[in-house]
């Protein structure tokens, strides 16, 4: 140094961020644009404070209405099963009437009505012959029983010709019964008194309250009755 220059200052630089206010980590303790306009800070409950359980409650749902309908004939005879939406339109066209309503009510725009369980055509339907019903495996079943003619069995059911086909035998509800596949491989392509095998009943047509069955595998308690009746 040079006589007469003036000595240096040293200045001590305080460290960095010091005098500024802290800052709130990211993702905690800090305040939202909500809570500031609201002037409340969001805090966890108090020391000691209980908290607030959600108790469930569980709960049963009630059974849902049939959607089917039985509709009798002018002769009270059961022998048709519709929809609900059928069975209202047949009502309002006042072509039935209503035998037995069930729960709950139906709802139009300007109207409601009591839901129908059953209910009875004002005039006379012609009903088809029973031998001119449609053959199905499903209404076998149910002329049958659902049971195998044979031993008594209710699994693995198929249909057996009591005369085979290749023997001369129709396919007609006098010649089709229900069958288990053990007996009808043990049958086979033989005639009943070569196999000896005898169906336990006399195989016919079907009354009108098999295919009722069919259409409606749940049938209403209230049904019972009239298929009852009419069986």
């Excluded at 019964?177 to 006399?202: E, G, I, Y």
Aim: one cysteine or more; a positive charge; hydrophobic letters at 35%.
């Amino acid at each position: 140094m040079y006589a007469g220059e003036p000595s240096a200052t040293v200045v001590t630089l305080p460290p960095r961020g010091a005098g500024s206010p802290p800052v709130q980590p990211r993702g905690g303790g800090h305040v939202t644009a909500r809570q500031r306009r609201s002037g409340q800070q969001k805090a966890g409950p108090a020391k000691g404070t209980p908290t607030a359980t959600t108790t469930e409650t569980s709960l049963t749902a009630a059974p849902a209405p049939s959607s089917h309908v039985l509709v009798l004939n002018a002769t009270y005879e059961p022998i048709h099963v519709c929809g609900i939406k059928r069975a209202a339109v047949l009502l309002l066209k006042e072509k039935a009437e209503v035998i037995e309503n069930g729960e709950g009510e139906l709802h139009a725009e300007h109207t409601a009505m009591a839901r129908p369980a059953i209910i009875r055509l004002r005039t006379y339907a012609p009903v088809p012959r029973r031998s001119r019903r449609r053959l199905t495996r499903r209404a076998v079943f149910a002329r049958d029983d659902w049971t195998c003619q044979y031993c008594g069995d209710h699994r693995d059911l198929t249909v057996d010709h009591v005369i085979p086909r290749s023997k001369g035998g129709s396919s007609e509800w006098e010649n089709i019964v229900a069958c288990c596949s053990s007996c009808n491989r043990r049958k086979a392509d033989r005639l009943p008194h070569q196999a000896r095998m005898f169906p336990k009943n006399t195989p016919r047509p079907p009354h009108p309250s098999v295919f009722i069955q069919v259409a409606c595998p749940r049938i209403p308690p209230s049904w019972d009755a009239w298929l009852g009746h009419a069986a």
